[in-house]
């Protein structure tokens, strides 16, 4: 199955699964930083050098690389409009891993999100009722890729291109909410990325007025190439794995 399908099936049954409420006419905002831990299977592509190919479980990332996964999420909304801005910076470093087995195999990735953003509940008149989120907007994408050792090559590549998503929220009681969200950027735009894509899902617990915690599980893909044959370079393949945060908001 292909990553998009797989992206694809996933969204339709969280969405299927969440039911929920807020008030989609107040003005408000709200920040949520959250680390991410994810398990990999991509194949990195250098210039010069033949394909790394890692396919490396959670424990076996955590034993090979140093990762340093982190994002954060803003949102302002007036209303039914809103901005939202959405950033995701990744580090991951490992020894003997490179693409002839040695060296050292370096992946820097950054992702930064600005959108216009309308949420609507598809019954106002009862506190029980779905609402949905649409968003629309640019997406900035950075990507670095380096070995070292017996032989030092690499890059780096950024590029923007036109992103898309939708969220579904649901309190569960007076404390627990239950989300989730898919976004699709890229889609073969020039000088863009094939696709960019993730899905998210998870829960949050208010453990204090205007804090939340929360927990849940991410998807993410990307096929990004520029250039052919041995002088390509890019990144194929998906992460996935839980991620955990916390939220404010007024």
Known sequence: ????????????????????????????WHFSPYVWLPSMDVSSK????????????????WDTFDVFAISARGEYWWGQWGLVADGLRMDLEADNLGPLGNGNLQISEGILDTLAAFRFSFDE??????????????????????????????????????????????????????????????????????????VMAGVGYEFAQNWMAKLGYRYYYIDYSDGSGIQEFGLDGNMHGLWIGLAYGR
């Open 125 to 198: 008149s009862n506190l029980n009722a779905p609402s949905m989120r649409v968003f629309a907007g640019l997406r900035y994408h950075y990507l670095k890729q380096e070995v070292s050792g017996p032989i030092n090559a690499g890059g780096n590549r950024d590029w923007f291109e036109p992103t898309v998503g939708t969220q579904f929220l649901a309190p569960i009681g007076e404390k627990w909410l239950t989300t989730a969200r898919v976004d699709f950027a890229g889609l073969g735009t020039s000088g863009g990325s094939d696709i960019t894509s993730s």
């Open 1 to 28: 199955m292909s990553g998009l399908s797989k992206i694809a099936l996933t969204a339709t049954a969280l969405m299927c699964g969440i039911a929920g409420a807020e008030d989609v006419h107040k003005t408000e």
């Open 46 to 61: 250098i210039p010069g050098l033949p394909p790394a190919d890692l396919d490396l479980s959670f424990d076996e990332i």
